[in-house]
């Protein structure tokens, strides 16, 4: 088996789990953003018992849960946009058969800029509602790790444009 053919099967194994996650993100979006509507709306409220459950052991608020719900499903749907772009990607280098293209190195790069600029808005949005209803000692929604994966997508993508020179060059020659 050749190297080509090993980084294709790990693209190909690489865009299911993307998918995967994918859907787990948006199922994820899907219920917590149920859950805040059903909790605001009184449908679950502390005579129930799942709320009175967190209200009790938790010692939350209504606002609370419904706060922490929301900036749950704000993680879970920028996680989600950018899985979706990296499902993306994989796609279109697995139709390209090599991961050396132009296009697949910018690709890279958007999605390493994506990938930072999405870290930072998710991060302030999850902060201003922790803040808001006033738990901010309960989040350790810390996206550093977002930015330096940014930032290693932007630098490999020097490396796959680089890649894809080399192979220009040998098939002129």
């Not at 800029?113 to 991060?123: G, N, Q």
Request: hydrophobic share 50%; glycine share 10%.
């Amino acid at each position: 088996m050749s190297n080509l053919e090993k980084i294709q099967k790990g693209m190909r194994v690489l865009q299911i789990l993307s998918k995967i996650i994918l859907i787990f993100a948006i199922v994820g979006v899907a219920l917590t953003s149920i859950g805040a509507s059903l909790v605001a709306w009184d449908v679950l409220n502390t005579e129930n018992q799942f709320l009175h459950f967190l209200s009790v052991t938790a010692e939350m608020s209504k606002g609370q849960v419904v706060g922490t719900l929301i900036a749950a499903a704000v993680s879970l749907l920028f996680g989600a946009i950018l899985t979706e772009y990296a499902y993306r990607y994989f796609t279109a280098e697995l139709k390209a058969g090599t991961p050396f293209t132009n296009a697949g190195a910018d690709r890279i790069k958007q999605l390493g800029i994506m990938e930072i600029a999405l870290s930072v808005i998710s991060m302030a949005i999850v902060d201003g509602i922790y803040e808001k209803i006033g738990l901010t000692g309960w989040n350790r929604f810390d996206d550093a790790g977002g930015i330096t994966v940014g930032i290693c997508l932007i630098l490999l993508a020097a490396v796959i444009h680089y890649g894809a020179e080399l192979e220009q060059k040998a098939r002129t020659k």
